[in-house]
């Protein structure tokens, strides 16, 4: 029997229709994906399962007293309390029944001393007590609810903070470790991954698969819902259909179903054309005329034959490329970075700084594609703002490499003024006039009115919109993005991960979605308690790393030894590339060194014939040799630049 069953529901707001004919099932344990581009009517689906909001039309079946828990997007209003209550509400009947059970245990044992002995119901009500807190997993809550709260990422100093002084992300996170410390029959996820650093994902991955209740997540992590569900609701156009398996079983699905109506599309396309010219061509005579009143017939009642399914509509991204820089990118020796704690005593700030690392020294180079991970707080943002010039580092120092040209992308957006109308946040960053910023926004898919929003109204998937939309006004050639994917919706994460894959350029990737990384990174930087350790290999060979390591000593001591002989491989092939193109470089400043050889013979050349005494009074001839004598020094100081820039190459 389902747990839950939609039948035609059909929301709209004014005259936008949201939902349409929304129809169905999810049965006890099953574990389904929500799916659909921005503003397609998931988060509206949820509240209408909640009962939150009422839908116009359809209906809405729950098994009998199912329990519901409901994680939404925006910051839980909880009540006041430090971050234990608030975890142990839920348990709450199990820390009553422990602390009935030590009530007991003190009123036994008085009595057992004043009386000699304690009451017969005393015992027998004890006994049956400790049966049911054994039954109810009295003996692992402790464990359970700390477990929990970690794996969430909160640490035991959290445990006695007030919720009302956590941020809106520690309030998420604290809202969703009391649901699922709770014994539901449905959880609805709604964006849950949001405020989770990878280490918190890879745990809700594996607690959600061993939960027993029945789920619906709404995400944009496609690497998430790979993991998690066996399912897929996929949202578009006001409709809904479902699929089985995870995402990734659901795109091969949809593929397939969009080659098939393809190809039965142009299939029947090809039939009327042939219907219809026969139509046409149906001679005079009676049988003739029959055939064809027949294929008339046909051709009205066929019907038209779905096409392949229309791709969710997305912005088009454009990054400009300045070319190649150098071979060293960016350096970074001996940097120390650290913070003055928000101390109100000004002695008490400079004897306890924050240090985020210190003595960090790595290099990349050109080429590279980073991953930069690491817990939230671990400075991977401090380390593109630092690389950018945003920031300056406490101690040691910061190269970028020649021709290297930065561009960043914040993902605060600070650089966005919210009292800007998107127009003005075009025009100031760039010399596009009005009708240019209009053109411009509209490949972001701002039209229309929209373009005259102001920045703070918009909505966090604008906002980084707007963000791309600015950063495409620049050119460069190593690019910094601090977690561009927050907020897209999985059609615009797709456009933004094919331009990406593209880019010509050097990237440093700060994200936390893994399957937006695995497709990009050939690099691996994980930043940790200050530390950077550096894994030269692809994410996904990164991620495979870290399960081996997972498993064991054995796993991850085989894990190593293929590290090492990556490591020595990737050496090899560095020594062979760089050799390589040391051998390119000194044969280009060999034919440099021709040219120049060349070009100063030339000046000679030009410079007696110019003082030959023959030639004076032919005025002519000595204009004609003063510039081919002057184009020549032009040319020549151009390739000395050349042999310059390529002999700075070479030594570095």
């Known amino acids: 029997m389902p747990l839950m069953t939609l039948s035609n529901i059909t929301k709209a707001y004014g005259v936008d229709t949201i939902l349409s004919g929304i129809s169905l099932q999810l049965q006890p344990g099953e574990k389904a994906g929500l799916i659909g581009p921005n503003g397609s009517g998931k988060t509206t689906l949820l509240k209408i399962i909640t009962g939150e909001i009422e839908p116009d039309e359809g209906a809405l079946h729950l098994s009998s007293e199912a329990r519901i828990g409901y994680l939404s997007q925006q910051p839980p209003d909880i009540p006041s309390g430090t971050l234990r209550d608030h975890l142990e509400h839920p348990l709450k009947h199990i820390y009553n029944l422990k602390q009935e059970i030590s009530d007991l245990e003190v009123k036994i044992a008085t009595d057992a001393e004043s009386k000699g002995a304690a009451k017969d119901e005393d015992l027998e009500r004890y006994s049956a007590l400790q049966a049911r807190f054994?039954?109810?997993?009295?003996?692992?809550?402790?464990?359970?609810?700390?477990?929990?709260?970690?794996?969430?990422?909160?640490?035991?100093?959290?445990?006695?903070?007030?919720?009302?002084?956590?941020?809106?992300?520690?309030?998420?996170?604290?809202?969703?470790?009391?649901?699922?410390?709770?014994?539901?029959?449905?959880?609805?996820?709604?964006?849950?991954?949001?405020?989770?650093?990878?280490?918190?994902?890879?745990?809700?991955?594996?607690?959600?698969?061993?939960?027993?209740?029945?789920?619906?997540?709404?995400?944009?992590?496609?690497?998430?819902?790979?993991r998690v569900v066996t399912k897929i609701f996929a949202l578009q156009g006001h409709s809904i259909k479902a699929y089985e398996g995870n995402y990734s079983s659901y795109q091969q699905q949809?593929?397939?179903?969009?080659l098939s109506a393809e190809r039965n599309y142009r299939h029947q396309q090809l039939l009327k054309e042939r219907e219809e010219r026969l139509v046409r061509e149906a001679k005079a005579d009676e049988r003739s005329k029959r055939q064809a009143r027949s294929r008339q017939k046909r051709l009205d009642k066929m019907e038209t034959a779905e096409g392949p399914r229309r791709q969710d509509q997305s912005f088009k991204l454009g990054l400009g490329y300045t070319g190649r820089s150098g071979q060293q990118v960016i350096i970074f020796d001996q940097v120390h970075k650290e913070f003055q704690q928000d101390l109100k005593d000004e002695a008490a700030r400079e004897a306890c700084p924050t240090v985020l690392f210190r003595d960090l020294s790595f290099e990349i180079r050109w080429g590279d594609r980073i991953a930069l991970i690491g817990p939230n707080g671990s400075g991977k943002s401090t380390l593109l703002k630092l690389i950018s010039g945003a920031?300056?580092?406490?101690?040691?120092?910061i190269r970028l490499g020649p021709s290297v040209r930065v561009l960043y992308f914040d993902q605060e957006q600070e650089q966005l003024n919210p009292r800007h109308n998107l127009i003005e946040a075009i025009t100031s960053a760039s010399e596009l006039d009005v009708k240019q910023a209009r053109s411009h926004l509209g490949r972001y898919l701002f039209r229309g009115d929209d373009v005259f929003k102001q920045v703070g109204d918009l909505s966090g998937g604008e906002k980084s919109r707007l963000a791309l939309a600015r950063l495409a006004l620049s050119s460069g050639n190593c690019l910094l993005m601090d977690e561009p994917t927050s907020h897209l919706d999985l059609p615009a994460m797709e456009e933004l991960e094919k331009v990406l894959a593209n880019y010509p350029g050097t990237l440093v990737i700060v994200s936390h979605d893994r399957y937006f990384l695995k497709g990009l990174a050939n690099r691996v930087f994980e930043l940790d308690n200050g530390r950077l350790t550096i894994y030269n290999r692809t994410f996904d060979e990164y991620l495979e790393l870290k399960e081996a390591s997972s498993a064991g000593e054995s796993g991850a001591r085989k894990a190593e030894k293929k590290e090492e002989k990556r490591r020595r491989q990737e050496d090899h092939r560095t020594r062979q590339a760089a050799a390589r193109e040391q051998r390119l470089l000194k044969k280009e400043q060999v034919r440099l060194e021709e040219e120049i050889g060349a070009a100063e013979a030339e000046i000679d050349r030009l410079e007696k014939l110019l003082s030959d005494p023959g030639q004076y009074g032919n005025h002519t001839s000595l204009a004609e040799l003063g510039a081919e004598l002057e184009e020549t020094k032009t040319r020549l100081n151009g390739l000395l630049e050349q042999w310059e820039e390529l002999s700075s190459r070479l030594e570095t």
């Not at 949809?254 to 969009?258: H, V």
């Open 391 to 397: 920031l300056k580092p406490t101690a040691g120092s």
């Open 254 to 258: 949809l593929e397939m179903e969009n």
């Open 134 to 226: 054994e039954e109810e997993g009295g003996y692992q809550v402790e464990s359970k609810l700390t477990g929990v709260a970690r794996g969430l990422g909160f640490s035991e100093a959290d445990f006695n903070r007030d919720i009302s002084g956590f941020s809106g992300g520690e309030k998420t996170r604290a809202r969703l470790a009391g649901l699922l410390l709770q014994e539901l029959d449905l959880l609805l996820l709604d964006e849950p991954t949001n405020f989770l650093d990878l280490s918190a994902l890879e745990w809700l991955e594996r607690y959600l698969r061993e939960l027993r209740c029945a789920m619906i997540v709404v995400s944009h992590d496609r690497f998430f819902l790979d």
